[in-house]
């Protein structure tokens, strides 16, 4: 059973910094995408940034393109999202995803491409 553990989250004011993490509990993460997703009350669940398996590719949305950067460790089996230029509207939980598919070709902003998430860590952005 593959376990995904993000830790980090917490309430900062607008304008500071966090850096996410998530933990991995399978030995093949290094052949996996991964993606960070968050979801705000009453919203569906949205991409926020993905990595392919071999950390050169990368997928921001929109909303977070120059604040927000995704990167991985294969041999901590991490993955990591530092958040900069916090907003208010980044309040959500976010979490962590692994792709379904090994050494996917391309990277995908849809919650179908990812079958395994973890709990999701809250991250709380005051004005």
């Known amino acids: 059973q593959v376990q995904l553990v993000e830790s980090g989250g917490g309430l900062v004011q607008a304008g500071d910094s966090l850096r996410l993490s998530c933990a991995a509990s399978?030995?093949?993460?290094?052949?996996?995408?991964m993606g960070w997703f968050r979801q705000a009350p009453g919203k569906e669940r949205d991409i926020v940034a993905a990595i392919n398996w071999k950390g050169g590719i990368t997928y921001y949305a929109n909303s977070v393109k120059g604040r927000f950067t995704i990167s991985r460790d294969n041999a901590k089996k991490t993955v990591y999202l530092q958040m900069n230029s916090l907003k208010p509207e980044d309040t959500a939980v976010y979490f962590c995803?692994?792709?379904?598919?090994?050494?996917?070709?391309?990277?995908?902003?849809?919650?179908?491409?990812?079958?395994?998430w973890g709990q999701g860590t809250q991250v709380t952005v005051s004005s």
């Open positions: 995803a692994r792709d379904r598919h090994t050494y996917s070709a391309s990277l995908t902003a849809s919650i179908q491409g990812y079958d395994y």
């Open positions: 399978e030995r093949t993460f290094s052949s996996y995408a």
